[in-house]
């Protein structure tokens, strides 16, 4: 079936530094990712919706110059978190679509900044 | 709006108790897909089920059950002789019909602990 590779699994890094998440299709391409966001103990909440090729839509609320996606081929997206802060730690997961209506999850970045 | 209701934060149950994980949903959409996901604690998502507005048969796998009921916009979750394995908090979600770009909506979980 089709798999969605997330890296990386967890990450721990310092204030005010940028953090790269990846999401690659492997067998599949993906036309559209979807990244949300959970805290502790909280639902999975849509962050972004993006299309290869084009500008990500954000959802209200979310900063997109602090969250940079970048969906440049059909077998990737990435999220950058830029100047990262304590209070985005939180876990990171992507969603792809594919043309045909399929739903693969990526298995999701745990951020931890300190 | 579409909207995903879970009103039990929280169940606990002894091992080989039966459990039913209630979902209500809100949707303007005639046609829809409700789904079912598991969140062990190593943070994966695991798809359970996808069923779609039109198909309102209940299903079956293992020890897993589902009941659909459009009349109450309800996607009830059953586990039959419940194991420590199900421990895990359980998603349901609703996104809108087929479609390009299609958002799902999850509701806000709820937290299984299944105890020996």
């Known amino acids: 079936g089709a798999v969605v590779s997330q890296h990386p699994s967890w990450v721990i890094c310092k204030s005010g530094t940028s953090v790269k998440i990846e999401c690659r299709s492997l067998?599949?391409?993906?036309?559209?990712m979807f990244w949300y966001r959970q805290f502790p103990k909280q639902s999975l909440m849509l962050m972004a919706t993006?299309?290869?090729?084009?500008?990500?839509?954000?959802e209200q609320g979310v900063e997109k110059d602090k969250f940079l996606i970048n969906h440049a081929s059909l077998t990737l997206s990435t999220l950058t978190v830029t100047s990262a802060h304590p209070e985005d730690s939180s876990f990171y997961i992507c969603?792809?679509?594919?043309?045909?209506?399929?739903?693969?999850f990526g298995s999701g970045t745990r951020l931890t900044v300190v | 709006a579409q909207k995903v209701t879970q009103a039990q934060t929280e169940i606990s149950v002894v091992e080989k108790e039966d459990v039913t994980l209630d979902c209500v949903y809100e949707?303007?959409?005639?046609?829809?897909?409700l789904f079912w996901y598991k969140q062990p604690p190593s943070g994966e998502l695991v798809f359970l089920i996808r069923?779609?507005?039109?198909?309102?048969q209940n299903e079956i796998s293992g020890r897993y059950s589902w009941n659909f009921q459009k009349s109450t916009s309800s996607f009830n979750f059953t586990i039959t002789a419940s194991q420590v394995v199900d421990s895990a908090v359980y998603f349901c979600?609703?996104?809108?019909?087929?479609?390009?770009?299609?958002?799902?909506?999850f509701g806000t979980g709820t937290r299984l602990q299944v105890t020996l």
């Open positions: 069923r779609n507005s039109f198909d309102e």
């Open positions: 969603r792809a679509e594919t043309s045909n209506y399929g739903y693969t």
């Open positions: 067998d599949f391409q993906a036309t559209t």
């Open positions: 979600a609703l996104s809108e019909a087929a479609g390009t770009a299609s958002k799902l909506t």
């Open positions: 993006s299309n290869e090729g084009s500008k990500a839509t954000y």
């Open positions: 949707t303007r959409d005639t046609t829809y897909y």
